[in-house]
C-alpha cells in the first residue's frame, strides 16, 4: 500500500486549505508585513515522514539560514542540489501522478513578532506568490494547508493560529509532486519558495477584491466595476481624482457600470493611466486602470477599435544568478530594454510572471497575452501524448484551479490583452473547461491557446513556427492548401479568425534570420497579427570554469541524469543582458515608420528627391519624434540637418521633399535619415533612435579590369612582389608582417540553427530533411579540407598558383586559382574558386583566411567602410547599414553561450588592420562582375577550434588572428528550432572570385 505521504505528493488536487476564489493583486491600505528574509533551511534527499519540525519547540540551530525568496538549487555552491534544464522531457520517470521516492525536499522556518494590533483584524492571511512545486504550511504548529501551481498566489486563514508577539511559520516544499506533470516549461527546475510571502491584516468592512473591467468608445471611457465586499462594508465610494469621478454606492446591489467622459485611452503606444481608489471606512485599495476595448471583429484582433500587429517577444523570468526570483529594477530595465528595441506585446511563457510585472507593463506600455502556468509537453512521444492529463477528468479541477488563480489575480491590468490557457499541454477536455471558464468570467478577452488546432474552444488561431510559405498561406483568402492538423471545414473556420504566431524565429545562438519576410506579409495579409520571437533573455546560470573564468551553464553543466542541453540558450539577449546582433535585426525589421524614397533615383546631379514617411503605429502619432538626415562620403559625414516632417496620426502618411544632397564622384554618398525622440521617456532618452533608412545616392563607377598578364611561366614561386613575398608559392610577409594564406575556407563553426533539424526550407533541393546541415558538413570533410597544389607559375610581376582542395574519402574537389600581380602601387589578390561536380548540399561559406601571428604589433582591430556596426548574414542585414565603423578585434565577436559562427560583416568596401589602434594593412575590396561585394570576419580562433569547443572558456589561447574574406556566407535561418534557411539565402556550390587591393598600413 503506497504511504500516506507518497498519497498526497502524487495527488493531482490542488492541495487544500487556500483561499477560494482568488483574489486580484491589490495596493491597500490595509496592514501587511512581509516575510521575506532569512529563513533556518534543511534539504533532505527524499521527502521524510516526519513533520515534527513544524512544531514550536523544534532545534533547528544546526539548520543552515537560506533568502526567502530564492531557488536552493542556487544557495550553498551546490550544497543544495543542483539545477536540472530539460526543454521537453520529464526529469522523473512519466508515472503520473506518481513521482519518485527520491524527491529532494526543503523545510523552513521563521519566527516573527505580530503587532498586537493587529489582533483586531478580522482575518490574518498568509499569502505566497510562488512556491515550486507543492508545499504544506503549518504557523505556530498548527497545520494550515497545502497548495501547487508554482508560478500562481496562493493565500491562507492563520487568523486562528496566530497571538500576539513572537509566532513561528513553517513551510515543507517538494521538488517533485503530481503538480510537477503539469509544468514541463523549456526551463530550468528550480525548487523553492522564490516569491514573495505577505503576512496581510484583513481588517472588517474590508474590500475584499475589486475588479474594473473598462472599455472605450466614441471618446467616453466605461467602467463595469465588480466590488467584492460584505454587505457591512458598504457604503463603497469609487474616485478617480484626476477626472473628478466619485461613484457612492450604498449597498451591493447599486454598484452598477458608469460612463466617463474626457479620458484618454490606453495603447502599448499611449499608455495613459489613472489611479482609481475604492474605499469603504475600514479599507481603500488603489488601482491603476486604462480604458481600452479589446475585440474580436471578423478576423481582425482590435484594440480601441484599431488593428494590433503585435511585434513580440516570449518572456520567461531569469536570471543567471537568482533564477527566477523578482527583482524590480532588473524587471524595469528589461522592459525598457524592450521598448528600445521596438518590442510593444510579451507573451508571459509559460506561466503569471511576478504580479509587480504587470504593473510595469501597464506602466511602460505592452500588448501582453497572459499564460497559464501549464504545460506537459513530456507526453508528446512521437506525437502521441500518451497520458496526457489535458484529457483526463482526474486532472480537471487542477486545470480549472489554475487558470482561476491566473485569470483572478490579473485582471485589473489594461496591459493583457488576451488570455492563454498554457503552452504545449495537446488538446482535451480539461483545457476546454478553463476556455469555458475564462469565457464565463471575462467576456472582455479572447482565448488563446495554439494546441487548439481545429479552434474547437480558442477565439484566434496560432501557430508556433509556421513557415513563411505556411504564414502566406494562412493569411491568403480563398486558399485551399490544408491547415496543420485540420480538416477542409476546421480549416475554412480558422481563416476566418484573427492569426498569430505565438512563437516563431527562434533566437538560438547566432540568429534568427528571415524576420523581415515574416513582417512583410503582416503588412500584406491583415488576417495575420505578427507573433512573439522565442525568446526573450538566454537562460544561462553564472558559473565558474576549472581555470576560474566566469561563465554561463547550460544544461549539462550540473551532471544531469537527463538534460536538453544548451537548448535554453536561445534568447534575442544574452545571459548577462547584452542584445544580441538579431535583436538589432528585430529592432529595425518592425520599426514603427516606413521610408520609402523617390526621385530621380540614378544618382547624378545634387537634386534630393523625396521620402515618404508613414506612421504604423497603433495608435500614437508622431508629435514625440524629430527627423534627423546626414549626407556621407565613403562613410564620412559632409552634411547634416532636420527634416521637416508634419505630425502624422497613426496609419497616416506623408510625402517629404529631401535636402539637396552634395554627391561626390570620387565616393560613394549615403543619405541617413532618422527618426529620433524629441524628448527623454521612462524607457529611452532625448535622441534616442527609433527608426532609420538608408538612400544610396553615389554616382555609378566602373569595376576595375582585370588585367591578365601574358608569359606565364613555371617557377618554384620564391619571390617578391611589392610588399609580398613568398615562398614556393605561398605568402609569407605582407608589408614585413608574417602573413599565411590565402587558404580555402568553405567551413564555419556550426550555429545552432546549422546544427538543427526541425526543419526544411521550401523549394529547397540541397538540404536533407531530419538531418543538420552541420552534420552533413562534417560529412562531406569540409572541416577538414586539405589542399594539392598543381602548378606555381610567374609572369612580369606576378605570381599565379593553382590548386585542388578536397577531403579525405571525397571524390568532390575545388580547384583554387590565385592571382597576384602589381597594378601600380598596390598589391592586387584575384581568388578563382571552382567546385568540381557531385557536391549535394549548402556550403557554410565560400571565402578565404589569412592567418596573421603574433608578433611585436599583434594584429587587434579593424576599421572598415561597408555593412555594419553589428554582424550579419544574408537573411539578417536590416539592422546593418553603410558607414565607416572600427572595434577590437573581441568585440567583433558576439559570446554566445556555445561558442560558433559570429562576427561576419557584410559588403565591406574599405578595411584596415589595426594594432593598438595604429594601422598595419589596408585592403580594398573590388566588387565581382555581378557588383556583389564580399564579407569579413576578424578572429582569434579558426572555425575549427571553435567547432571543438561547448563554452567559451575551453577555447585555447590564441596568438594569432584569423582574417576571412568571404565571396559569400550561408544564411542563418532558424532551424533550431523553426524553418530552415529561405531558398534565396541558401548557398548552393557555385563558382565564386574574391579581388583585394592590398597596401601597408
Known amino acids: 500500500m503506497p504511504s500516506q505521504l507518497s498519497a498526497y505528493v502524487s495527488d493531482p488536487t490542488p492541495g487544500r486549505g487556500a483561499l477560494r476564489p482568488a483574489r486580484s493583486w491589490l495596493h491597500s491600505d490595509a496592514p501587511s508585513r512581509s516575510l521575506n528574509g532569512d529563513w533556518r533551511f534543511r534539504l533532505s534527499p527524499t521527502a521524510p515522514a516526519a513533520e515534527d519540525f513544524a512544531a514550536e519547540g523544534f532545534d533547528d540551530d544546526g539548520w543552515d539560514a537560506i533568502p526567502v525568496p530564492s531557488h536552493w538549487v542556487l544557495q550553498g555552491d551546490g550544497a543544495h542540489g543542483r539545477p536540472i534544464y530539460t526543454n521537453i522531457r520529464y526529469p522523473f520517470p512519466i508515472d503520473p501522478p506518481h513521482v519518485p521516492d527520491e524527491n529532494p525536499t526543503g523545510d523552513y522556518r521563521r519566527h516573527f513578532d505580530l503587532p498586537a494590533e493587529w489582533t483586531r483584524a478580522e482575518r490574518v492571511v498568509l499569502r505566497f506568490d510562488g512556491v ?473 546631379g545634387d537634386s534630393g528627391g523625396a521620402v515618404t514617411v508613414a506612421n504604423l503605429r497603433h495608435s500614437a502619432d508622431t508629435s514625440d519624434l524629430r527627423f534627423r538626415w546626414r549626407v556621407e562620403h565613403d562613410g564620412r559625414p559632409v552634411d547634416a540637418g532636420e527634416l521637416e516632417v508634419p505630425v502624422l496620426a497613426a496609419g497616416g502618411s506623408a510625402r517629404v521633399p529631401l535636402p539637396r544632397i552634395a554627391v561626390s564622384g570620387e565616393s560613394e554618398t549615403w543619405l541617413t535619415v532618422d527618426a529620433v525622440l524629441a524628448t527623454g521617456t521612462a524607457w529611452a532618452a532625448e535622441g534616442h533612435v527609433v527608426a532609420t533608412a538608408q538612400l544610396d545616392r553615389s554616382t555609378r563607377r566602373a569595376v576595375p579590369a582585370v588585367r591578365l598578364p601574358a608569359d606565364w611561366r613555371r617557377s618554384d614561386g620564391t619571390l617578391t612582389l611589392g610588399i609580398a613575398e613568398f615562398t614556393e608559392g605561398a605568402l609569407v610577409r605582407l608589408a614585413g608582417r608574417a602573413v599565411a594564406g590565402p587558404r580555402l575556407e568553405l567551413f564555419r563553426a556550426p550555429t545552432d540553427n546549422d546544427e538543427g533539424t526541425s526543419g526544411v526550407a521550401e523549394e529547397s533541393d540541397a538540404h536533407v530533411p531530419g538531418v543538420s546541415n552541420a552534420e552533413l558538413w562534417r560529412r562531406d570533410g569540409l572541416d577538414r579540407l586539405t589542399s594539392r597544389l598543381l602548378s606555381v607559375e610567374t609572369a612580369a610581376n606576378a605570381l599565379r598558383t593553382v590548386a585542388r582542395v578536397s577531403a579525405a574519402d571525397s571524390a568532390s574537389s575545388v580547384t583554387v586559382e590565385t592571382v597576384w600581380s602589381l597594378e601600380g602601387d598596390q598589391l592586387e589578390l584575384r581568388v578563382e574558386i571552382e567546385p568540381s561536380g557531385g557536391w549535394t548540399t549548402v556550403w557554410p561559406r565560400i571565402g578565404v583566411r589569412f592567418d596573421l601571428p603574433d608578433g611585436a604589433a599583434a594584429v587587434d582591430g579593424a576599421e572598415w567602410f561597408g555593412l555594419g556596426p553589428h554582424e550579419s548574414y544574408p537573411d539578417s542585414l536590416r539592422a546593418a547599414r553603410t558607414g565607416r565603423f572600427s572595434a577590437g578585434v573581441d568585440d567583433l565577436r558576439v559570446d554566445y553561450a556555445r561558442p560558433q559562427e559570429t562576427g561576419h560583416r557584410s559588403r565591406w568596401r574599405e578595411l584596415e588592420l589595426t594594432s593598438g589602434g595604429a594601422g598595419v594593412l589596408r585592403l580594398a575590396a573590388v566588387p565581382d562582375v555581378q557588383g556583389r561585394l564580399p564579407g569579413f570576419t576578424l578572429s582569434r580562433h579558426t572555425p575549427q577550434q571553435v567547432a571543438r569547443a561547448a563554452h567559451p572558456f575551453e577555447l585555447p589561447r590564441s596568438a594569432t588572428s584569423h582574417l576571412f574574406v568571404d565571396a559569400a556566407q550561408h544564411g542563418l535561418g532558424s532551424r533550431a528550432c523553426g524553418p530552415d534557411v529561405w531558398p534565396e539565402f541558401a548557398l548552393r556550390p557555385q563558382a565564386r572570385t574574391i579581388r583585394l587591393r592590398i597596401t601597408a598600413g
Open 132 to 604: 515550486e512545486s507543492l508545499f504544506k504550511v503549518w504557523v505556530n504548529g498548527d497545520e494550515i494547508g497545502s497548495a501547487s501551481g508554482s508560478r500562481l498566489a496562493h493565500e491562507f486563514d492563520v487568523t486562528s493560529s496566530l497571538r500576539p508577539g513572537d509566532n513561528l511559520v513553517a513551510v515543507r516544499v517538494h521538488q517533485w509532486s503530481a503538480a510537477s506533470y503539469l509544468e514541463d516549461q523549456d526551463q530550468w527546475w528550480l525548487p523553492g519558495i522564490f516569491r514573495d510571502v505577505t503576512l496581510i491584516a484583513r481588517p472588517a468592512g474590508g474590500i475584499e477584491d475589486v475588479w474594473l473591467r473598462t472599455g472605450f468608445e466614441d471618446g467616453r471611457g466605461r467602467i463595469d466595476p465588480e466590488v467584492t465586499a460584505e454587505p457591512a462594508a458598504f457604503p463603497v465610494t469609487l474616485r478617480i481624482p484626476e477626472l473628478g469621478v466619485e461613484r457612492v454606492w450604498d449597498s451591493p446591489a447599486q454598484v452598477a457600470p458608469f460612463e466617463v467622459e474626457g479620458v484618454r485611452p490606453w495603447s502599448a503606444e499611449v499608455p495613459r493611466l489613472y489611479e482609481v481608489t475604492v474605499a469603504s471606512a475600514a479599507e481603500t485599495v488603489t488601482v491603476r486602470t486604462g480604458f481600452r476595448t479589446v475585440e474580436i471583429r471578423g478576423d481582425r484582433f482590435l484594440v480601441n477599435g484599431r488593428r494590433v500587429v503585435f511585434h513580440g517577444m516570449n518572456r520567461h523570468e531569469t536570471h543567471p544568478e537568482r533564477g527566477r526570483v523578482f527583482d524590480e529594477a532588473h524587471a524595469r530595465e528589461d522592459l525598457a530594454l524592450m521598448k528600445r528595441f521596438n518590442v510593444n506585446a510579451i507573451r508571459t511563457s509559460h506561466y503569471p510572471p511576478h504580479p509587480r510585472l504587470l504593473d510595469l507593463a501597464d506602466e511602460l506600455g505592452f500588448w501582453v497575452v497572459l499564460e497559464c502556468d501549464l504545460e506537459t509537453h513530456g507526453f508528446d512521444k512521437d506525437g502521441a501524448w500518451t497520458g496526457n492529463p489535458s484529457d483526463d477528468p482526474a486532472w480537471r479541477e487542477a486545470y480549472l484551479d489554475r487558470v482561476r488563480r491566473t485569470v483572478e489575480r490579473d485582471k485589473n491590468h489594461p496591459s493583457v490583452v488576451m488570455w492563454s490557457l498554457g503552452n504545449e499541454a495537446g488538446t482535451g477536455g480539461n483545457l476546454a473547461a478553463m476556455s469555458a471558464w475564462v469565457h464565463a468570467r471575462d467576456a472582455g478577452r479572447p482565448v488563446h491557446y495554439e494546441g487548439d488546432h481545429t479552434g474547437e474552444y480558442t477565439d484566434v488561431y496560432s501557430r508556433m513556427y509556421a513557415s513563411v510559405a505556411e504564414t502566406e498561406q494562412i493569411g491568403t483568402d480563398g486558399s485551399r492548401a490544408p491547415l496543420q492538423g485540420c480538416t477542409p471545414s476546421q480549416g475554412a473556420r480558422q481563416r476566418t479568425k484573427p492569426f498569430l504566431l505565438c512563437e516563431y524565429a527562434h533566437a538560438m545562438g547566432n540568429g534568427p534570420g528571415a524576420l523581415d519576410q515574416y513582417e512583410e506579409l503582416v503588412h500584406r495579409h491583415p488576417r495575420l497579427h505578427g507573433g512573439f520571437v522565442w525568446e526573450w533573455r538566454d537562460h544561462g546560470i553564472r558559473a565558474t570554469a576549472p581555470d576560474g573564468r566566469p561563465y554561463y551553464a547550460y544544461g549539462g553543466d550540473f551532471g544531469e541524469v537527463v538534460h536538453d542541453g544548451n537548448f535554453v540558450m536561445d534568447g534575442m539577449v544574452l545571459s548577462d543582458g547584452v542584445p544580441t546582433p538579431g535583436l538589432h535585426e528585430f529592432k529595425a525589421v518592425v520599426q514603427p515608420l516606413r521610408f520609402t524614397f523617390d526621385g530621380d533615383g540614378d544618382g547624378a
